[in-house]
């Protein structure tokens, strides 16, 4: 009669990524999105220096960064960017707070549905940017008609997100939660909240871009402050230096705050898997 001799189980360890789904660490991924941008910065000076573009149609990075530098030790650009800041914060406030209670309030009441959403989609065919004209008369050439546009720009994408977001919740969750005794307001914390918050923050990071350009606009308008203003003053004395650190400051400004909503929306939805680039 042979001893059985007792077989230690291997330990199996759990493999670091899923299957299919390479892994890439923060480095790695952070350095392949700026390789595209640092060849193009590259190319550019180069072109610069080389002759190639003239330097009164678009100078060298390097001198647009020491114009930047300069600015920024003085003071001038700093206070420019604060009041465009302060522009964008408040039109994003009223333009964004608005769309997402009439955007809540068409996609959860049939009523709200039959008397908002009807208007909204026939303004939203006209370009918000052409309506300068209109609010000059309206609101006056001061920080009212920049504010506005702030807010034209933001609350039209926010708006149809929020409604989407919330009708294309499947009803069926909904209905579950009903048989499960959870009350209207339980309903929209558990249920509508967490099944709209996707296309909520995508409408927030579209908001925000037609924010900024929208800036862009009504800074050109009477301003006497602003990163619009300091690049039409620029235009006047030919200094294409500044102009180009104006554009370049406002596509930081859109690419930041797009990089902080991804931020808040991955921290905010943990719960949700998307599909990743292979």
Request: aromatic share 6%; net charge positive; with cysteine.
């Amino acid at each position: 009669m042979t001893r059985a001799t007792a077989v230690r189980p291997t330990p199996v360890t759990a493999p670091a990524t899923a299957p299919g789904v390479p892994g890439r660490s923060g480095r790695g991924l952070a350095w392949r999105r700026s390789t595209t941008p640092l060849l193009l910065v590259l190319g550019w000076e180069l072109a610069a220096r080389s002759g190639l573009l003239a330097a009164e149609k678009l100078p060298a990075p390097s001198t647009v960064l020491a114009t930047g530098w300069r600015l920024t030790r003085d003071g001038t650009l700093l206070t420019h960017l604060l009041d465009s800041l302060t522009r964008a914060g408040i039109g994003l406030l009223i333009g964004g707070g608005l769309a997402v209670l009439l955007g809540a309030l068409a996609g959860l009441l049939r009523i709200g549905d039959d008397l908002v959403d009807p208007p909204v989609q026939m303004a939203r065919m006209l370009p918000h940017l052409g309506l300068v004209p209109l609010l000059i008369i309206w609101v006056g050439i001061g920080e009212s008609l920049k504010i506005s546009l702030v807010a034209l720009g933001a609350f039209f994408p926010l708006y149809f997100n929020t409604y989407a977001g919330i009708r294309d919740i499947d009803e069926r969750l909904v209905e579950a939660a009903r048989t499960c005794g959870l009350g209207a307001l339980a309903r929209l914390r558990h249920v509508v909240l967490p099944g709209a918050l996707p296309a909520l923050f995508l409408g927030l990071r579209l908001a925000i871009g037609a924010a900024w350009l929208s800036l862009v606009v009504g800074e050109q308008v009477n301003a006497q402050t602003g990163v619009g203003f300091l690049m039409m003053e620029a235009r006047e004395f030919s200094q294409t230096d500044v102009v180009v650190l104006g554009l370049l400051v406002y596509a930081l400004l859109g690419l930041l705050s797009d990089v902080a909503i991804r931020i808040v929306e991955r921290r905010t939805l943990t719960w949700r898997r998307g599909l990743r680039a292979g």
